[in-house]
């Protein structure tokens, strides 16, 4: 007699057409028509540019980083990544280069955060070590320059301002300078994307990123892949494609690596704060299957 199959778990249906979204339990909810409100304040003042994903933050938050624990941000930017760590109840400290970045920053979170308040610091990631000196962190979580795909400044200790193999040699001792403020046992997250060479040839910088983290003692644990906008993608690649046959992304890399014990590493983040994996888990799903364990060779 054949054995009757468990019901699947079904995804909650976050739109319906006559009620419109419906609640996903996130707090942020950019990219959607029920914006929320610190996303709205975000694009706002940012003059309609775009912000780094807030809901993309809180979900590496929730699964990666403890409640009340410490982000470090070796390439802070804008102040997305550390206004949501403050709304989540996570500390953050990220760096930037750049003065008028920082103060910007600082001046976003007045208006949006309560404690714990996100902090930044100015100067140069290459010397994170001195700069965020005696700093034990439960979660890296940064977004670096992609090469000199974008020159963010003309100042001369600017990574973007660097020919790639330049590049990669100051890239590789802030990952690994950055990884040794971080604590035994913890996960570690950078969103990137590849980029070109001035011929067109991919320089794989996804891979370079996974070989910096290695370098320094953490290895790749988990990959996701961001979905972007297409927006006006097909009429910026229009050209290039007819002229060289290059096609245009619409995806960065998510890529998260562990210091340590992964298993370890989830008992010190703790229970996962909202959602289930399954409705029904059948027998033995607690178990990693074989090969795919922190302890397969």
């Known amino acids: 007699m054949a054995k009757a199959k468990a019901p699947k778990a079904k995804a909650p249906k976050t739109y319906d057409a006559a009620e419109g979204w419906k609640p996903t339990g ?40 403890p409640p009340g624990g410490l982000v470090l941000d070796p390439f802070a930017g804008g102040s997305v990544r550390g206004i949501v760590a403050s709304k989540l109840g996570r500390r953050y400290l990220g760096l930037d280069l750049r003065a008028e970045q920082v103060a910007a920053n600082e001046a976003q ?4 955060c309560d404690a714990p308040r996100p902090r930044w610091l100015c100067g140069d990631s290459r010397v994170i070590a001195t700069l965020a000196k005696g700093t034990a962190a439960d979660l890296v979580f940064s977004c670096p320059p992609y090469g000199d795909l974008e020159v963010y400044s003309d100042h001369p200790a600017d990574l973007s301002t660097l020919e790639y193999g330049a590049f ?11 990884l040794g403020l971080l604590k035994a046992d913890r996960f570690a997250c950078f969103v990137v994307g590849d980029l070109r060479d001035r011929q067109g040839f991919y320089r794989r910088f996804v891979s370079d990123t996974e070989q910096a983290f290695a370098e320094g003692g953490a290895r790749l644990y988990n990959e996701a892949i961001l979905v972007t906008a297409v927006g006006s993608l097909p009429i910026r690649v229009a050209r290039q494609f007819e002229l060289a046959r290059k096609l245009g992304k619409t995806h960065q890399n998510v890529l998260v690596f562990c210091k340590g014990d992964p298993r370890k590493a989830t008992q010190a983040v703790g ?9 029904e888990a059948p027998a033995g799903a607690t178990e990693l299957p074989a090969g795919d364990g922190p302890e397969a060779p």
């Open 109 to 112: 979170a007045t208006r949006l």
């Open 271 to 279: 229970p996962v704060e909202f959602g289930t994996a399954m409705a």
């Open 168 to 178: 990669l040699k100051a890239y590789r001792a802030i990952v690994a300078a950055t």
């Open 26 to 65: 996130l707090t942020f909810a950019a990219g959607t028509p029920r914006r929320d409100e610190v996303s709205l304040k975000l694009q706002e003042q940012s003059s309609g540019t775009s912000v780094f994903d807030p809901v993309l933050c809180e979900l590496i938050y929730r699964w990666f980083c």
